[in-house]
Structure formats: C-alpha cells, structure tokens
C-alpha cells in the first residue's frame, strides 16, 4: 500500500495538475522520512498531516 494515498482534504481550489504534482511530491517525501518522526510536514507555505 506505500505511494497510494487513501484520503486527501484540499482547503485551497487548486488545478487538478497541480494537485497530482504536489500529491506526487509528498509521496515522495514522506516516504523517505524515518518511521519514528512526526507526522507533521512543513512544505512551502502548506502544513501537511499524514498518518
């Protein structure tokens, strides 16, 4: 299951490319964190909670 995402709560109207870049971005990145870190992440100007 790692790389597909279940749940996605967008609070900003974004275009739908961008939404599949930042997506895609994110996977990436959290995937690469290490088990035991927090499930906070700060990207750009966006906070972003994973689980």
């Known amino acids: 299951r790692q790389g597909k ?3 996605q709560k967008w609070f900003l109207p974004l275009p ?3 939404r599949k870049k930042i997506v895609k971005d994110m996977t990436t990145m959290v ?3 290490k088990p035991r870190t927090c499930n906070f992440l700060h990207w750009k100007d966006l906070k972003i909670v994973y689980k």
């Open 31 to 33: 995937l690469a964190r």
């Open 5 to 7: 995402l279940r749940l």
């Open 16 to 18: 739908e490319r961008e």
